[in-house]
């Protein structure tokens, strides 16, 4: 009860700074976000159906709009493109922990998918979402966000991603579920910094 108060306190400083000394929009923006993680994917979700990363990725997904529009005052299409990069990287990078872990969910009846379709369905999915992943992370690049360094950068992090996938399919290591998620939390950082190097290094040269 008292960590449920103080949460609740926090929420609601939070939005009045964010409604009082950023933007209207990004508070509401992150009070969408907050309710879809703490209560739509937490609360409900996660103890209800195995597609819970797919389902709640969103709300994992809205920093980068939330950043965007505290900025800009706006949701521009840039934004959006980075969310659904961290929307496509959601699911594998969970299910990889998941399938390390399928035995701590499945004791507390939590139905993550290796836990209900079992480990061989769940990676296949990561190898599907890693593919849509290589197609989406192009996505800065065709649409003029980003340059060449950027496409580089994100198409050997693309390889590495896939190399980890198929992997998966064809050795049962114990250790290669947590090496993949592992990858994943630098292939998003590293990702991100590609960004950026790539967006200085065009004002640079303009």
Known sequence: MQATAFATMLAVVSMLILALWVNPLTA????VALIGYAIIYTAYLK?????NIVIGG?????PPVLGWTAVTGAVD????????????W???HF????????RDY???DIPMLPVTHGVRFTVWHILFYTILLVIVTTMPFLTGMSGPLYLSGVTVLNVGFLWYAFRLLQDHDEALPMQTFGYSIIYLMVLFVFLLA????QMILR
């Open 58 to 62: 969103a709300a994992g997904a809205a």
């Open 95 to 102: 299910w990889a922990l998941a399938i390390h872990r399928r």
């Open 198 to 201: 790539d967006h200085y290094l």
């Open 77 to 88: 299409h840039n934004a959006l493109i980075l969310f659904l990069i961290i929307y496509v």
């Open 47 to 51: 103890h209800a159906t195995p597609q």
């Open 28 to 31: 509401a923006l992150t009070f």
């Open 90 to 92: 959601t699911p594998p």
């Open 106 to 108: 499945a004791a507390v």
